[in-house]
């Protein structure tokens, strides 16, 4: 991985959360990893095949469509509700980048407005180094962190960034959340963490050495910041960030109740992310955004 050990990959550990009150009734709070014991992984059945997971098992003949043909501004701006929605989103922060084809141009989220309030009219489109070639609207320079993420990795042609809350906490402690639930077998083998914060990034120099330290993971943590997830699809980029937070979350609470847990084995996750992205990325994706055009249809205004 480039930059040395700048971006860590994580395994499952044993972590305690304590608190200590203070002089002045406040509480210190430390984590530290256990070496007395270790977090297991769940039995798996013995003598029975597990399922292979994925479209190849079993592939849906009919699924419920979103009832309209949406532009792709129509989409981007769909995916801004629904990760504000789902808490993704820290007011006046975050952008979601979606490069056409060629990676020529991306649309944009344009600075000044909240994710809540994006409409499809608002998207913007700038040009690879982050200069806005049509829109309403300015970009902040922040957008650096995405140019120079398609620039290196043109399969990624979406990039989400913002500061989630259960992601920050996670980040502030160093932790990445761990496989407890099978929603997070989506993550497998994707998941990293850059333990370096450099402040703000708003040059292409410093979006180039974001880029370097986060290498070829798709689901990023940055220390002290905020989340990056990556994908090929703005539907896939929107099911993995929208269930981002929410096992960083149970991650938390975890760590809160102090007690074993176990995670899901090894062996299994690939099944289970083969199922959870190839069956149910356009399922989640047509959900969210059929609830959405019926409480706001503004959106593809």
């Known amino acids: 991985m480039a930059k040395g050990n700048h971006i860590h990959w994580f395994s499952a550990s044993v ?36 399922s292979k997971g994925g479209a190849d098992v079993w592939s849906p003949s009919i699924t419920p469509p979103i009832g309209v043909e949406l532009t792709d501004e129509q989409k ?15 007011n006046i922060a975050g952008h979601i980048t979606w490069a056409n084809a060629d990676n020529s141009s991306l649309m944009v989220n344009p600075w000044g407005l909240w994710w809540e309030e994006i409409s499809a009219a608002d998207i913007c489109r700038v040009d690879p180094d982050g200069r806005v070639i049509s829109g309403k609207w300015d970009v902040t320079p922040a957008v650096q962190i995405h140019t120079e993420l398609h620039r290196r990795r043109p399969e990624a042609r979406v990039v989400v960034h913002n500061h ?10 160093g932790l990445v959340p761990e496989f407890l ?28 050495d974001l880029a370097e330290r986060i290498g070829d993971a798709s689901v990023v943590i940055l220390a002290n910041h905020g989340a990056i997830v990556t994908a090929p ?43 959870l992205l190839e069956r149910g990325t356009e399922v989640y994706w047509a959900g969210a955004v059929r609830r959405l055009i019926r409480e706001e249809p503004d959106v593809l205004e």
């Open 15 to 50: 972590w305690h959360l304590t608190c200590t009150h203070t002089s002045t009734g406040g509480c210190a709070m430390t984590i530290e990893a256990n070496d007395a014991a270790t977090r297991g992984s769940a039995a798996v059945p013995q003598g029975i095949e597990l």
């Open 76 to 90: 981007l701006a769909c995916s801004f509700r629904i990760l504000a929605r789902e808490g993704f989103s820290e």
């Open 164 to 173: 989630p809350y259960y992601v920050v906490l996670l980040a502030a402690l």
């Open 181 to 208: 639930h099978q929603q997070s077998s989506m993550f497998d083998g994707e998941l990293g963490f850059v333990s370096e914060y450099s402040g703000e990034i708003d040059s292409p120099e410093l979006g180039a």
């Open 233 to 275: 699809t703005i539907e896939e980029a929107t099911y993995k960030s929208a269930t981002l937070d929410r096992q960083c979350k149970l991650m938390y609470d975890v760590l809160v109740a102090d007690r074993p847990a176990t995670t899901v084995p090894p062996m299994v996750r690939p099944a289970m992310k083969a199922s």
